[in-house]
C-alpha cells in the first residue's frame, strides 16, 4: 500500500495536501513541514476490521471497588497547592514556560524532595543536557545528595524499555517533551507529529504503570505551549511559569487541573539557592508600598483560592502624539480600555490627548474584572493628583453605565486586608450606608464611578462617613 506524504503546520497542527507558505488554519507563515507517515502506522477502523473484531470493554461502576492511592506530596507547599493537594498517581502534568524562568529548577527542587521521603521513587530524565551539567546545577542547589535517579535521553523507545517494569519510579520528570522523539516516526523532534506521539505514548505507560508524569514543555514567541494544542488535552494539569526577568517573584499557575482547582497560583522567589517559596504573597507584593502617593490603589483580588493584595500603579501625562499612548503591563489593555471609556463618558474624566500608563507591582498578571474599579481609582488619582487612602483597598466590576457591580468573595478579599492593617474598603454593595463588616474594615460602598470620583474628590468627608458607622 503506498503512503503519501502529509504536510503540517508545526503552529496548529493542521494538514494539508500540499506545501503552503502560510497555514489556512491558524495563519502562520512558514510552518508548514513535509512529514512522512511511518509504514508501521494502522490503516484506520477499516484496516482493523479486516483483521478482525475488536476487544470486549470492560465497564465498572464509578464507586470502586479499591481505596484510592493517596496523592504523592512533595513538600514544597505552593507546588502541592497549585497541583490540588500533590501528585495524583498516574497523572500527567505538563509545565510550561519562558527559557530561564526556573522550569528545570523547579522540577529538580521537587524532584529532590520526593526521592528525600522514599529513595529512588523519582527519575529525572533530561533531553536537553548532559548528566554531569545536571549534577552541576544540583550542586548550585545544595541538593547533590538527594537520591534522585538521574539520566540523559531523548529515545521514548529507550525510556518505555526502562520505565515499562512492576517497580517503576513513582515520579518520572521529563525535561523536555520537546526533545523526545520516536523513531517510528520520520520527522524530526519537536515536530507537532513527534510531540503528539512521543506525549501518548508516555502517558500510556504513566496511566498503566501509575507513576506521575512530569513534562517540561517549551513555549512559543507568543507565550504559548509549542507544539499540538491537543498536548494541553492530554495531560490531566497544565501549569504556566510566570515572571518578569525584572523581578525575582515566579508566580506558578493552573490552568488545568482535573483533580483540583484552576487559577491557582504558588509564588516563589528566585534566589541564588533556588526557588524559595512565599507564603504571604500580598505582604512581599506590597513591601515597597510607599504611603500616599497619587495614581496607585491597592486591589484585594482571588487568586484560585487564595486572596491576594498587590499594587496597581496608573500614569497620567500629557501626550505629544496624535494618537496617546495606552501602555498596560499585567492587566487586559482592552479592559483598560473600557474603563478610560466608561470614566470619560459616564463621568466627565478628559483622558483624550494625555498619555496613559498602567502597572501592576510585583509582576504579577491579574485576570478576574474584579480589578476594574481598582485600576479606575488609580486613574481617576493619577489624572487629578489625589491620592487613594493610604489604609484603603479597592474592589468591583464596573460595566458600561458606569455601575458598580458586586463580585464574589468579598469577606475573604477583606479579611485578607484587614490582615495586613487596612482599616477601610471601596467596594460594591447593596445601597445604603456603609456597614461595618465582619473582619473590621470599614465599608465605602460605591454604586457608580461617580461615587468614587466623589469620595476620591473630598477624602475628608469619606472618612467621617466611615467613622459615623
Known amino acids: 500500500m503506498k503512503h503519501h506524504a502529509v504536510f503540517v503546520c508545526q503552529a496548529c497542527g493542521a494538514a494539508h495536501a500540499k506545501w503552503a507558505g502560510r497555514c489556512e488554519s491558524c495563519g502562520e507563515w512558514n510552518a508548514i513541514v513535509e512529514e512522512a507517515p511511518s509504514s508501521n502506522a494502522p490503516g484506520g477502523l477499516s484496516a482493523g476490521r479486516s483483521r478482525g473484531g475488536g476487544r470486549k470493554v470492560d465497564f465498572v461502576t464509578l464507586a470502586g471497588e479499591s481505596a484510592q492511592a493517596p496523592r504523592r506530596v512533595s513538600g514544597i507547599a505552593e507546588l502541592d497547592r497549585v497541583l490540588g493537594g500533590g501528585l495524583v498517581p498516574g497523572a500527567a502534568v505538563l509545565i510550561g514556560g519562558d527559557p530561564g524562568i526556573g522550569k528545570s529548577t523547579l522540577l529538580l527542587q521537587a524532584a529532590a524532595a520526593l526521592s528525600t521521603k522514599v529513595p529512588g521513587t523519582c527519575a529525572y530524565i533530561s533531553g ?13 542547589l545544595g541538593l547533590e545528595a538527594a537520591p534522585v535517579s538521574l539520566a540523559a535521553a531523548t529515545s521514548v523507545r529507550d525510556l518505555i524499555a ?65 507544539g499540538p494544542k491537543v498536548l494541553e488535552h492530554m495531560v490531566d494539569t497544565v501549569l504556566t511559569f510566570e515572571g518578569e526577568r525584572g523581578h525575582q517573584f515566579r508566580i506558578l499557575r493552573a490552568t488545568k487541573n482535573r483533580f483540583g482547582p484552576t487559577d491557582e497560583i504558588g509564588v516563589f522567589e528566585m534566589t541564588d539557592s533556588g526557588l ?80 496613559v500608563y498602567l502597572n501592576v507591582a510585583g509582576g504579577l498578571r491579574i485576570g478576574e474584572p474584579a480589578a476594574d474599579l481598582a485600576v479606575a481609582a488609580a486613574l481617576v488619582s493619577a489624572a487629578s493628583d489625589r491620592p487613594v487612602p493610604a489604609q484603603s483597598v479597592v474592589f468591583g466590576e464596573i460595566g458600561l453605565s458606569g ?67
Not at 536537553?128 to 548550585?140: G, P, S
Not at 520505565?163 to 517533551?177: E, H, K, Q
Request: aromatic fraction near 4%; proline fraction near 4%.
Open 403 to 469: 455601575e458598580v457591580r458586586a463580585v464574589s468573595q468579598s469577606d475573604a478579599r477583606l479579611k485578607e486586608a484587614a490582615k495586613l492593617g487596612f482599616t477601610q474598603a471601596f467596594l460594591p454593595s447593596p445601597r445604603g450606608k456603609a456597614q461595618r463588616s465582619s473582619s473590621g474594615i470599614e465599608r465605602r460602598d460605591i454604586g457608580h464611578l461617580q461615587d468614587l470620583l466623589a469620595a476620591l474628590a473630598d477624602p475628608v468627608r469619606s472618612s467621617r462617613a466611615a467613622e459615623v458607622i
Open 162 to 226: 526502562s520505565l515499562d517494569r512492576p517497580d517503576a519510579p513513582g515520579t518520572v520528570v521529563i525535561d523536555s517533551i520537546q526533545t523526545m522523539y520516536v523513531d517510528t516516526l520520520d520527522s524530526a523532534p519537536g515536530t507537532v507529529a513527534q510531540v503528539r506521539a512521543s506525549a501518548q505514548e508516555l502517558i500510556r505507560l504513566a496511566k498503566q504503570r501509575g507513576f506521575s508524569l512530569l513534562l517540561v514543555g517549551h513555549v512559543t514567541k507568543e507565550g504559548m505551549i509549542a
Open 276 to 355: 524559595t517559596e512565599v507564603a504571604n504573597p500580598s505582604a512581599l507584593f506590597l513591601a515597597e508600598r510607599s504611603g500616599e502617593v497619587a495614581g496607585a490603589a491597592v486591589f484585594a483580588g482571588i487568586e484560585g483560592t487564595r486572596p491576594v493584595l498587590v499594587e496597581i500603579q496608573a500614569l497620567v501625562a500629557p501626550s505629544a502624539l496624535g494618537t496617546p499612548r495606552r501602555a498596560v503591563v499585567g492587566w487586559d489593555s482592552g479592559r483598560l480600555a473600557m474603563v478610560i471609556a466608561v470614566l470619560e463618558a459616564r463621568c466627565g474624566l478628559v483622558l483624550a490627548g494625555r498619555d
Open 128 to 140: 536537553e543536557e548532559a548528566i554531569d551539567q545536571v549534577r552541576l546545577r544540583a550542586a548550585r
